[in-house]
DNA sequence: CGGAGGTATGACCGTAGCCGCATAAAGGCG
DNA sequence: CGCCTTTATGCGGCTACGGTCATACCTCCG
């Protein structure tokens, strides 16, 4: 098993992906590099709402900026979110699978 | 991108895991299964409390129990967990490397 | 059946954190 | 230098959820 502070982590890691804000944030810059007026418009949420947010990010290395002038092009580099989400989707799928196949064969 | 559906799901699984306490109570079940009482012991969380983590853990399929006359033995099968644990360990640990880089370098 | 051990649930408190509003800070332009 | 655009931050409301206490529910045993 984990250490504590290893284990309290991995909760930190994941509570920053537990936020459809953020998750969405992050999906949304894999698809390519945008800046904050693009995310506005693709998540519907405030101007200080995603600022925060990509502030949270951004600390825990999710996300990265650069400045353009006046703007910020942000972007999300490593495939890891994506992986995750991938196991988690697997997962999800065959317990959807097994629940289909209960309910078949009742 | 994934459906706003799907990403609702996949921030509702990652939230189960971006708490302490029901990380803790996956990784003492992954080590072989256990009882209440053992898991009060290994926490120190009131009784109420993790039964309401596990059954928040059962629905999501992560664990499982087995009623043994009065008593009732809770088990984590499949190694999901651990891979996404492993994947952000080795996120933060590279992550942690790099800054040691920058410190050295400088 | 009555009581004891073990588990789930209702009620409640406190706090963390999401979210927007208003505003300050930072950077470009006439 | 003033002004405008873009981003970051202080403030506050609101809700969700972690955590506990008390209690109801279940299962076995005498």
């Keep these: 098993m984990p250490s504590p502070l290893l284990l309290e982590e991995y909760c930190q890691f994941f509570r920053l992906l537990s936020e459809p804000a953020r998750l969405q944030l ?3 810059l894999r698809a390519g590099p945008m800046d904050v007026a693009a995310l506005i ?3 519907g949420f405030s101007q200080s709402h995603i600022s925060r947010q990509l502030g949270q990010l951004q600390r825990a290395g999710l ?14 580099e490593g495939a890891l979110v994506d992986e995750l989400c991938s196991l988690v ?12 196949a209960q309910l078949q064969s009742a």
């Design 26 to 28: 992050i999906c949304q």
């Design 41 to 43: 418009e693709a998540t």
């Design 63 to 76: 996300v990265s900026c650069e400045r353009d002038g006046v703007r910020t092009i942000w972007s999300a």
């Design 89 to 100: 989707q697997t997962r999800l799928k065959r317990r959807l699978e097994n629940q289909l």
